[in-house]
C-alpha cells in the first residue's frame, strides 16, 4: 500500500499517477484507456479496459489411490466451485471409481469428462461465468422450487379425493427427486460464480456484482437449495393414510405457506423490506397455529409434514431477513 498525491490538471481534472507495476503487470501501455468505476463505498476501482482473459487457468493433477469414494466425490465439488479449468484423477484404482465419478460430474453445469482410459480421468471446464447472469440462476431455482411446490399440492388434493393416490405419490417423488437435483445443480453453479467473483475483482465488474452483492446471492442461493430439499423430503411424508380431519387442516397450512414463500420472492425480486416485513409477520402467525394443531395427539405422517412445513418456513424467514437486514 502507498500514498500518491493528486494534482489539479485544468479547471475540471485531477490527476493521479498510476503505480508502474501495475501497469507492466497488465500490458498496459501508453494512451491506452482504463476503466473508472465507482464501488458502494464510494471508492474508485481502475481496471484495464480491454480484458483479455478474465480468469487464469487453473489445473491439478490428483493420484486418488489412497482416497475414499466420499472423499473424491467431495474433491470433485470442491475442485467446480473454485474454479479449477482441467482436473486430472489419475491411479490404479481410476477404473473403479469411474462410476462414480461421471455421476457426480454430470451433477455440474459444464463440467466435462474429456478423457478416461483405466488409469486416468480428465475433466474441463467450459462454463463462461461472465456470461452468466445471476439473476437468471435464482430464477430459475425459484421456478423450480414453484413447481414442486404446485407438484405437493396436486398430490395433496387426488389424496383428499382418493383418486388415484397411489399413483398421484409415486408420481410426486419421482418429480420432486429430479426438481430437486436440478436446484442442487445450479445451486453449485451459484457457489462456483460466488467464490469466482470473490477472487477476480475483474468477473465481479463483468456481472455487476458488488461484494455485499455476492454475499446476498451465496445466502439466497444456499437458503433455496436447502428449503428445496425440505420439500422432496416433505413429499415423502406424503401417506394416503393420513386422517381425513387432519388432511383439511395439512391443506390448509400447505397453502399458507405456499403464498408466503410467492411473497418473500416477489419481495427479493423486486427489493420491497415492507412486503418482507409483512412475510415476517405471517410466518409466526403459521406458526404459531401449527404448534396449537399439534398440541393434541396427531397421525405420525401429519406430524412429520407439519415439522417439513415448519422447517420451509425457517428458510422463508431467512429470506425475509436478508432483504430487511442486507440488502
Given at each position: 500500500?502507498?500514498?500518491?498525491?493528486?494534482?489539479?490538471?485544468?479547471?475540471?481534472?485531477?490527476?493521479?499517477?498510476?503505480?508502474?507495476?501495475?501497469?507492466?503487470?497488465?500490458?498496459?501501455?501508453?494512451?491506452?484507456?482504463?476503466?473508472?468505476?465507482?464501488?458502494?463505498?464510494?471508492?474508485?476501482?481502475?481496471?484495464?479496459?480491454?480484458?483479455?482473459?478474465?480468469?487464469?487457468?487453473?489445473?491439478?493433477?490428483?493420484?486418488?489411490?489412497?482416497?475414499?469414494?466420499?472423499?473424491?466425490?467431495?474433491?470433485?465439488?470442491?475442485?467446480?466451485?473454485?474454479?479449477?479449468?482441467?482436473?486430472?484423477?489419475?491411479?490404479?484404482?481410476?477404473?473403479?471409481?469411474?462410476?462414480?465419478?461421471?455421476?457426480?460430474?454430470?451433477?455440474?453445469?459444464?463440467?466435462?469428462?474429456?478423457?478416461?482410459?483405466?488409469?486416468?480421468?480428465?475433466?474441463?471446464?467450459?462454463?463462461?461465468?461472465?456470461?452468466?447472469?445471476?439473476?437468471?440462476?435464482?430464477?430459475?431455482?425459484?421456478?423450480?422450487?414453484?413447481?414442486?411446490?404446485?407438484?405437493?399440492?396436486?398430490?395433496?388434493?387426488?389424496?383428499?379425493?382418493?383418486?388415484?393416490?397411489?399413483?398421484?405419490?409415486?408420481?410426486?417423488?419421482?418429480?420432486?427427486?429430479?426438481?430437486?437435483?436440478?436446484?442442487?445443480?445450479?445451486?453449485?453453479?451459484?457457489?462456483?460464480?460466488?467464490?469466482?467473483?470473490?477472487d477476480n475483482t475483474q468477473v465481479a465488474q463483468k456481472l455487476h456484482l458488488k461484494p455485499i452483492e455476492l454475499l446476498v446471492l451465496h445466502i439466497i442461493t444456499t437458503t433455496l437449495e436447502n428449503l428445496a430439499d425440505n420439500l422432496k423430503n416433505l413429499a415423502k411424508e406424503i401417506d394416503k393414510d393420513i386422517p381425513k380431519a387432519e388432511l383439511k387442516y395439512v391443506i390448509k397450512t400447505y397453502n399458507a405457506m405456499m403464498q408466503n414463500y410467492e411473497q418473500v420472492m416477489k419481495a427479493y425480486f423486486t427489493l420491497d423490506k415492507k412486503l418482507s416485513h409483512e412475510v415476517s409477520d405471517f410466518k409466526h402467525i403459521i406458526r404459531e397455529s401449527?404448534?396449537?394443531?399439534?398440541?393434541?395427539?396427531?397421525?405420525?405422517?401429519?406430524?412429520?409434514?407439519?415439522?417439513?412445513?415448519?422447517?420451509?418456513?425457517?428458510?422463508?424467514?431467512?429470506?425475509?431477513?436478508?432483504?430487511?437486514?442486507?440488502?
Amino acid at each position: 500500500m502507498e500514498f500518491r498525491k493528486i494534482v489539479k490538471s485544468g479547471n475540471t481534472s485531477y490527476v493521479v499517477s498510476i503505480p508502474r507495476e501495475w501497469v507492466k503487470e497488465r500490458g498496459i501501455k501508453k494512451g491506452d484507456l482504463v476503466f473508472i468505476q465507482e464501488d458502494g463505498d464510494k471508492n474508485l476501482i481502475i481496471s484495464p479496459k480491454e480484458i483479455k482473459s478474465l480468469q487464469e487457468p487453473k489445473e491439478v493433477s490428483i493420484n486418488i489411490d489412497n482416497m475414499s469414494s466420499e472423499t473424491l466425490i467431495r474433491s470433485i465439488v470442491s475442485y467446480y466451485v473454485n474454479g479449477y479449468s482441467t482436473v486430472e484423477f489419475v491411479g490404479k484404482t481410476v477404473k473403479d471409481q469411474t462410476d462414480r465419478i461421471k455421476e457426480k460430474v454430470e451433477q455440474l453445469i459444464a463440467f466435462e469428462i474429456m478423457e478416461y482410459t483405466p488409469t486416468k480421468i480428465l475433466i474441463k471446464d467450459y462454463l463462461k461465468i461472465e456470461d452468466i447472469s445471476f439473476e437468471s440462476v435464482v430464477r430459475r431455482m425459484d421456478f423450480m422450487i414453484r413447481a414442486i411446490m404446485k407438484e405437493i399440492d396436486s398430490a395433496i388434493i387426488v389424496l383428499n379425493s382418493h383418486k388415484n393416490s397411489e399413483d398421484s405419490l409415486k408420481n410426486l417423488i419421482t418429480n420432486a427427486y429430479q426438481m430437486d437435483r436440478n436446484i442442487n445443480r445450479l445451486n453449485l453453479l451459484a457457489a462456483k460464480i460466488i467464490r469466482v467473483a470473490f477472487d477476480n475483482t475483474q468477473v465481479a465488474q463483468k456481472l455487476h456484482l458488488k461484494p455485499i452483492e455476492l454475499l446476498v446471492l451465496h445466502i439466497i442461493t444456499t437458503t433455496l437449495e436447502n428449503l428445496a430439499d425440505n420439500l422432496k423430503n416433505l413429499a415423502k411424508e406424503i401417506d394416503k393414510d393420513i386422517p381425513k380431519a387432519e388432511l383439511k387442516y395439512v391443506i390448509k397450512t400447505y397453502n399458507a405457506m405456499m403464498q408466503n414463500y410467492e411473497q418473500v420472492m416477489k419481495a427479493y425480486f423486486t427489493l420491497d423490506k415492507k412486503l418482507s416485513h409483512e412475510v415476517s409477520d405471517f410466518k409466526h402467525i403459521i406458526r404459531e397455529s401449527n404448534e396449537q394443531f399439534l398440541n393434541k395427539k396427531r397421525d405420525a405422517s401429519t406430524v412429520r409434514i407439519i415439522e417439513r412445513i415448519q422447517a420451509v418456513e425457517s428458510f422463508i424467514g431467512i429470506i425475509s431477513r436478508t432483504i430487511i437486514d442486507v440488502i
